[in-house]
């Protein structure tokens, strides 16, 4: 079972009609997409890529990033995604752990690999291979648990691990969605979410794939253009973000969204607030939903019932949702807990960090597959994989439970009926702009400042971002913002920058002496919530 078969299918079908409308460049229909796939996966080939081979990918949001993705599954390669916002020291990290095959940048990048490149006017090397290629027309079978993609996530307590999504997790909630969210013929997505992260590439564009309907491909957000399409548009799926600045624009109101049938809203926490001054603006209400790289969607509100502010609604079809304590003892409605999660949308595990007892994907032999003209599609043999240390291969088997069940790190409450809320975060991960910022990640960087003793980074509630990172220094010099945005530049991509600073004679600590961040969240919480 490869996904991208079963988009294909839909591509024939529609023909040429509309699949990516692009307000600042030519449209392409499901026909002409489906030819440049045809197209990239001829010159992944070209590149020596084969089915299982990772294909690291950091590149601007356009038509031909997207037909790359999808010739990444046609083709049986591992997609990996990465931030267009990840500084050079950042990206070779990702090198290093995800040893990809060919690595498409957006521009020359000195690495022990294949680089090619893409820039955001679909132009530069790689474009020159697609453009050169003979199409590969063949789609190579896959296993329902082969890695159809990798996404790295920001823990708290090391490096960013590489999340396995199988092509049966990826198929199996695209199809929930499109149920649950009732998508229609006549739908019409409007797109302004980044591709490299879950939800603008996985949940959104997944849907619009499925079901053959067009999607209006903004190269990002920006509010005004975002109004300027809403008229055309019937569905839209963004952050918090994008709804505070809306209601900030003159020109939004009902009468700008008469022919908006749903608005999503995920990746962060969406304030009580901006959900009220939604309705009061607009008429309609925001569906908020609920997931993670890991899992993909675990819960919405309703399409039909009561979508309530502070909410993220019920467990999807097919998805369990519990919540636990410590000892995955299941808690009584009410009660505040790990939310656990398990389901066909769970993740296969971290990449190189499986349970001793798991056979790593890499080692597993796929099919052979035979291209048009006799060429040899890509063989599934990967390159031998480097050995995890004992406590990285131990890292996935301490995120399930014996029964199963994915612990988030989350915590939550349930009511009787089964409505969730999120409460909070059992780690100090914090969710700025729908992307996470990991914390001793930017405590490292700060402490290399000569003025910095020693710092800890928080996350307070701020109406745009959903989350605002705020650093809390003992500082041994005079020390402001400025000064900390001009030393970070270029070590740390802009979103995990602190939006406020801090500096104190001491940090709080326990009686072990680790420093306590419940404590500095308690006393800076209200204040910068105050003055938001």
């Not at 809306?246 to 109101?253: E, K, P, R, S, Y």
């Not at 410590?326 to 349970?355: C, H, S, T």
């Not at 509630?461 to 220094?473: C, L, N």
Request: some cysteine; aromatic content about 8%; glycine content about 8%.
């Amino acid at each position: 079972m490869n996904l991208y078969a079963r988009f294909e299918e839909t591509f024939r079908r529609a023909g040429d009609d509309p699949a990516l409308i692009c307000p600042q460049r030519e449209d392409w229909s499901h026909a002409c997409l489906a030819n440049a796939v045809a197209r990239t996966a001829g010159a992944l080939a070209e590149c020596g890529v084969r089915a299982g081979d990772r294909v690291l990918v950091q590149v601007e949001k356009t038509p031909e990033a997207v037909a790359l993705y999808l010739a990444c599954l046609k083709t049986g390669a591992v997609y990996v995604p990465i931030n267009t916002a990840y500084t050079p020291a950042e990206v070779r990290y990702f090198i290093k752990d995800a040893e990809p095959a060919l690595f498409v940048a957006r521009a020359k990048f000195d690495a022990r690999v294949r680089v090619e490149t893409l820039d955001g006017a679909g132009q530069g090397s790689f474009a020159a291979l697609v453009a050169a290629a003979e199409p590969f027309t063949l789609t190579v079978g896959r296993a329902d648990d082969d890695i159809a993609a990798i996404v790295y996530t920001s823990g708290t307590t090391g490096r960013s691990k590489g999340a396995m999504l199988a092509h049966a997790n990826l198929a199996s909630n695209a199809e929930t969605l499109c149920a649950c969210w009732g998508w229609q013929d006549d739908d019409v997505l409007l797109h302004a979410l980044p591709i490299f992260h879950v939800h603008g590439l996985f949940v959104a564009l997944h849907c619009a794939f499925l079901t053959g309907t067009p999607t209006i491909f903004l190269p990002g957000f920006e509010a005004v253009g975002l109004l300027r399409e809403l008229p055309r548009a019937t569905v839209l799926m963004g952050v918090p973000t994008f709804y505070t600045r809306l209601l900030n624009q003159d020109g939004f109101d009902a009468a700008a969204c008469r022919n908006m049938r749903l608005f999503i809203s995920g990746s962060a926490p969406l304030a009580e607030q901006t959900f009220a001054a939604f309705e009061q603006r607009t008429g309609m209400r925001i569906l908020e939903r609920y997931g993670m790289s890991e899992t993909l969607m675990n819960a919405s509100n309703p399409l039909h019932g009561e979508r309530v502010a502070g909410s993220v609604g019920f467990a999807l079809p097919g998805v369990e949702v519990r919540i636990a304590d410590a000892d995955g003892r299941v808690l009584p409605p009410g009660q505040v807990g790990g939310i656990e999660v398990r389901g066909p949308n769970v993740f296969k595990g971290y990449w190189r960090m499986p349970a001793p007892a798991t056979q790593a994907p890499e080692a597993r032999q796929a099919p052979a597959a035979q291209a048009p003209k006799a060429r040899q599609a890509p063989a599934a043999q990967a390159p031998k994989a480097r050995q995890a240390p004992k406590a990285r291969q131990e890292k996935t088997a301490a995120e399930f439970r014996a029964d199963g069940f994915f612990m988030t790190g989350d915590l939550g409450t349930m009511d009787a009926a089964g409505r969730l809320a999120i409460v909070g975060r059992a780690k100090d991960l914090v969710i700025s702009g729908g992307y996470n910022v990991y914390p001793k990640e930017v405590e490292v960087r700060l402490d290399e400042m000569p003025e910095v003793a020693e710092s800890a980074v928080i996350g307070v509630p701020h109406t745009d971002f959903g989350e605002a990172v705020v650093a809390v220094v003992v500082a041994e010099a005079v020390l402001d913002l400025g000064r900390v945005d001009a030393f970070l530049k270029g070590r740390l991509a802009r979103y995990k920058q602190p939006k406020r600073l801090v500096c104190v004679d001491d940090l709080p600590r326990n009686a072990m002496g680790k420093v306590q961040k419940n404590v500095l969240r308690k006393i800076y919480w209200d204040i910068f919530s105050a003055n938001r």
